[in-house]
């Protein structure tokens, strides 16, 4: 069964720092991992997906890397802003339905 | 394109009583799904539909019920409330299963029951 962990659970860091967020599996047949982020009491917004095929997606100030073979992705923030603080949940597909890890709430200090 | 939309955004319902999530895109999607997310539990899968007509469990299936009579729309039936699915829930959907597409997310319901 398909396993997702993400470290640390939160994190506090400020304004400007350049950060990353964990995200290990256990099965490494997938197809993809997406990485979303969530603010308080809000629906998920999708910033990254990449395939298996891929080692690493950038979007703006985000850059996502894979290590399939070792069911490890990593979310990197540069130069975060206060506008970041929310929560980031990794997810993985596979033959299974997306499993999620539980998130790392990101806290951005002015 | 409205993307995946859900209905109501916000419920409160007595013990007991049953109630339809409702969930629907207009992407044409094949595969929809439905999650709950608890605080310290993370998202957890409750049903899932690969096309209309075609419906599974997922994780935490007991309590629901679903059907997919149609492309467009995928709703979540409590049968029976109770405290304990008090949580929030979001639908899902994706163009293909077993494909590595990207995943698209509903805004959520957010369901209390007392």
């Known amino acids: 069964k398909q396993e997702v962990t993400q470290i640390p659970a939160a994190l506090s860091v400020p304004e400007g720092e350049n950060l990353v967020l964990n995200c290990s599996f256990t099965?490494?047949?997938?197809?993809?991992l997406q990485w979303f982020r969530q603010d308080p009491g809000k629906g998920l917004t999708s910033l990254l997906l990449i395939q298996s095929s891929q080692r690493e997606q950038t979007s703006g100030r985000l850059n996502a890397s894979l290590d399939k073979s070792s069911g490890r992705s990593t979310l990197y923030i540069a130069a975060s802003q206060p506008g970041d603080s929310a929560t980031y949940l990794c997810a993985v597909k596979g033959n299974t339905p997306l499993v999620f890890g539980k998130g790392t709430r990101l806290s951005v200090i002015a | 394109n409205a993307g995946v939309t859900q209905t109501p955004k916000f419920q409160v319902l007595k013990t007991g009583q049953s109630m339809t999530l409702q969930c629907a895109q207009d992407m044409n999607h094949e595969y929809m799904s439905w999650y709950r997310q608890d605080p310290g539990m993370g998202l957890r899968l409750i049903h899932y539909s690969v096309g209309a007509g075609i419906t599974d469990q997922g994780e935490v299936p007991n309590g629901y019920n679903v059907s997919r009579s149609t492309t467009e729309d995928f709703p979540l039936r409590l049968l029976s409330a109770a405290p304990s699915q008090t949580s929030v829930y979001f639908c899902?959907?994706?163009?293909?299963?077993?494909?590595?597409?990207?995943?698209?997310f509903g805004p959520g319901t957010r369901l209390t029951v007392t």
């Open positions: 899902a959907s994706s163009p293909r299963t077993g494909a590595p597409y990207e995943q698209y």
């Open positions: 099965d490494s047949a997938i197809y993809n």
